[in-house]
C-alpha cells in the first residue's frame, strides 16, 4: 500500500475528477436521435422493449438498400432497471455514445449487415 501526505492524496482526487469531466458529455453534446448514428457521438433517445424482450430505439435506424442494422448495448449490465426490467417497463429514456460502427458484407449477396456498438451513459 502507498502511502500519501493529505495533500498528495487531495491533488489526485482533484486530478481524477477532472478527468471524469473532461471525459462526461456535455448537455449541449448530446443529440437528439432521429434515426442517424455517427460513430463518436452522443445522442438522446426513447428505448422500448420489443416482444423479445430487447431494447430498440422508438425512432427506427436510417439504413440504405440491401443493408439490416442493428445497435448492440456493450453495458447493460450496469443498469439494472435495463438488464432486468420490470414485466411492465415499456420505454426508458437514455443517453448513449457509439463506440465502434461495424460493416460486413453477406458472402455471396449484395446485402451488408452494420452493427453500431454503443455504451449507455444515463437511464431514467
Not at 437528439?32 to 448514428?37: N, P
Not at 455514445?97 to 455471396?108: F, N
Request: with cysteine; net charge positive.
Amino acid at each position: 500500500m502507498i502511502k500519501m501526505s493529505g495533500r498528495l492524496s487531495i491533488l489526485l482526487l482533484l486530478l481524477v475528477a477532472a478527468v471524469v469531466m473532461v471525459n462526461a458529455a456535455r448537455p449541449e453534446d448530446v443529440l437528439e436521435f432521429g434515426g442517424d448514428l455517427q460513430e463518436g457521438s452522443t445522442y438522446r433517445a426513447a428505448i422500448a422493449r420489443g416482444q423479445d424482450g430487447e431494447w430498440r430505439t422508438s425512432v427506427p435506424l436510417k439504413i440504405l438498400r440491401h443493408h439490416a442494422a442493428r445497435i448492440e448495448w456493450l453495458n447493460l449490465k450496469e443498469y439494472p432497471e435495463l438488464d432486468k426490467p420490470q414485466p411492465r417497463s415499456r420505454q426508458k429514456q437514455i443517453v448513449f455514445t457509439v463506440v465502434k460502427r461495424e460493416t460486413l458484407k453477406v458472402a455471396g449477396q449484395y446485402r451488408w449487415n452494420t452493427t453500431y456498438y454503443c455504451r449507455i451513459t444515463a437511464a431514467t
